[in-house]
């Protein structure tokens, strides 16, 4: 199917949930309530990308947890510089997906699309 027309047939409410689906836990709330395959599949992405973006902050935390004790004076400012440079990248990267969803493409996040597509 064109992208083309396929932008053209979204409804209001399909494109909300488009916007939804990268919004952290607003994804479930767009895979259960998206009606087309586009906009699930987006939710299944933007899931998928919340989820690894929790794990990633999560295992951030715990090296800052241990690292704090020991070797901070060392290594927190580098600390402090991975985590806004990825913070920034993150953010950027929902927003990519967002402007491409609103465009009627499937923007396909590299591991993250092919398992969206594999559910």
């Known amino acids: 199917m064109d992208d083309r027309h396929l932008a053209q047939e979204l409804s209001d409410q399909d494109r909300l949930l488009l916007v939804f689906s990268y919004l952290g836990p607003l994804a479930l709330f767009a895979?259960?309530?998206?009606?087309?395959?586009?906009?699930?599949?987006?939710?299944?992405?933007?899931?998928l990308l919340s989820l690894a973006v929790a794990v990633l902050w999560i295992g951030a935390r715990g090296a800052y947890l241990l690292v704090r004790a020991k070797l901070w004076p060392l290594l927190g400012g580098l600390f402090w510089v991975a985590a806004a440079a990825t913070g920034l990248g993150v953010a950027l990267l929902i927003f990519l997906c967002i402007v491409r969803a609103l465009e009627g493409e499937r923007f396909k996040v590299p591991l993250l699309?092919?398992?969206?597509?594999a559910l």
Request: no cysteine; proline share 0%.
């Open 31 to 47: 895979l259960v309530a998206g009606r087309k395959e586009f906009v699930k599949w987006h939710a299944r992405q933007g899931a």
């Open 113 to 117: 699309g092919d398992l969206a597509d």
